[in-house]
């Protein structure tokens, strides 16, 4: 039933940061204001606590006494989530730049085309 | 002991923060918004799906949240590309 105290110091300060940094994420979410900035709160606060509680997780059903071994569900959960969320964030971007096509910032003013032409 | 004592604090906070994902999902102005704002949603559910395993220590939540996992991922990609082509499958 119970872990030994420094593992569970460890666990409680994996959920700590983890709850912390989805719910600064979640905040930004809601807070901010245009969507660009809005994209900053859930693509890199979010995943990064997502990915503490399940290292957490892993850990305490790991190492609970009646244990069966490591428990490796959550690395594949973990290793999922850290790969998609780039692509969606990518993804979110492409469809906000046709949403609004205004919002795409200028290309930067070309210095040295004259030399390499 | 520690993480006992923590869990419900912990599932509380994450529930807070499904609770700001449905406000901006609500409210946000633009359909990128709510993409978004769906997208936030589902990892933090999958992460308190994850706190309550924990929390009633059984490992039958790990299949639900992978299924959340790549469900979620799915309909962002679905809604995005919907969004920009305007059809989902061509």
């Known amino acids: 039933m119970q872990l030994p105290l420094l593992l569970d110091l460890l666990v409680a300060l994996l959920l700590v940061i983890g709850t912390a940094f989805a719910l600064i994420g979640s905040w930004g979410l809601a807070r901010l204001g245009t969507f660009f900035k809005r994209l900053h709160g859930p693509t890199k606060a979010s995943t990064l606590g997502v990915g503490c509680v399940l290292v957490a997780s892993m850990l305490f059903f790991t190492f609970r006494p009646g244990s069966s071994g490591v428990s490796l569900h959550e690395l594949l959960i973990t290793l999922f989530v850290f790969l998609t969320a780039p692509i969606s964030a990518h993804l979110l971007v492409k469809a906000a730049l046709v949403l609004d096509p205004g919002a795409r910032p200028a290309p930067p003013k070309e210095r040295g085309k004259a030399t390499r032409a | ?90």
């Open chain 2, 1 to 90: 002991m520690i993480v006992a004592t923590l869990l419900p604090f912990a599932i509380g906070a994450f529930t807070l923060a499904l609770l700001l994902n449905l406000y901006r999902l609500l409210r946000g102005p633009g359909l990128a918004d709510r993409i978004l704002a769906l997208d936030t949603l589902y990892i933090n559910s999958l992460a308190l799906l994850i706190l309550v395993g924990i929390h009633f220590r059984t490992a039958v939540f790990f299949e639900a949240a992978l299924v959340i996992a790549a469900l979620g991922f799915v309909g962002t990609v679905a809604l995005s590309k919907f969004v920009v082509r305007g059809d989902i499958v061509e």
